[in-house]
T-cell receptor, first 115, second 109 residues
């Protein structure tokens, strides 16, 4: 079974621009979560989508948004980029079977650099 | 809320055993997970604990004590390729995963 894929792998933008990142989950997985990883803050939860609906949201400004399509693929958008948005953006998918706990599997990430 | 703590760095010798601790203050969670992350790569799932006790998977074992707010990851027969960061995370009742800061392990020959 193919793993989680993310595109693009690397991105360089300038302040004020916007960016869209894409994530394709493992086949059959219905939940997609997005995380930002920086050396100083570690892995921080952005939001989670399930059945095209945002189920949970972390503590990030409204410039960070996302969506999920009917095939479970997800996109994340960051508008009005700031230097501090430079990070590795990771997406993780899980089965969301409704069981007691659900393992998340990560994609390779998109390395965003804001100049 | 969730607050998770791990040692920042550890060093061990090839062939040895190392224990990486994770302590947390939390109101509760579904399960506690361990991930391995090599530099520049994505985290990969290692193991998880739902109930108290030890879960063994080959060279890796993970232990959980909910009453003590404590977990550890045990790595046996260390290999050079085990040099990586190890992240502990709690499943916040299906809402999201909360990750600790990670422990960078260096395995020396």
């Amino acid at each position: 079974k193919a793993g989680v894929t993310q595109t693009p792998r690397y991105l360089i933008k300038t302040r004020g621009q916007q960016v869209t990142l894409s994530c394709s989950p493992i086949s059959g997985h219905r939940s997609v979560s997005w995380y930002q990883q920086t050396p100083g803050q570690g892995l921080q939860f952005l939001f989670e989508y399930f059945s095209e609906t945002q189920r949970n949201k972390g503590n990030f400004p409204g410039r960070f948004s996302g969506r999920q399509f009917s095939n479970s693929r997800s996109e994340m958008n960051v508008s009005t980029l700031e230097l501090g948005d430079s990070a590795l953006y990771l997406c993780a998918s899980s089965l969301a079977s409704g069981g007691h706990t659900d393992t998340q599997y990560f994609g390779p990430g998109t390395r965003l650099t804001v100049l | 809320g969730q607050n998770i703590d791990q040692p920042t760095e550890m060093t061990a010798t090839e062939g040895a055993i190392v224990q990486i601790n994770c302590t947390y203050q939390t109101s509760g969670f579904n399960g506690l997970f361990w991930y391995q992350q090599h530099a520049g790569e994505a985290p990969t799932f290692l193991s998880y604990n739902v109930l108290d006790g030890l879960e063994e998977k080959g060279r890796f074992s993970s232990f959980l004590s909910r009453s003590k707010g404590y977990s550890y990851l045990l790595l046996k027969e260390l290999q050079m390729k085990d040099s990586a960061s190890y992240l502990c995370a709690v499943d916040n009742y299906g809402q999201n995963f909360v990750f600790g800061p990670g422990t960078r392990l260096s395995v020396l020959p």
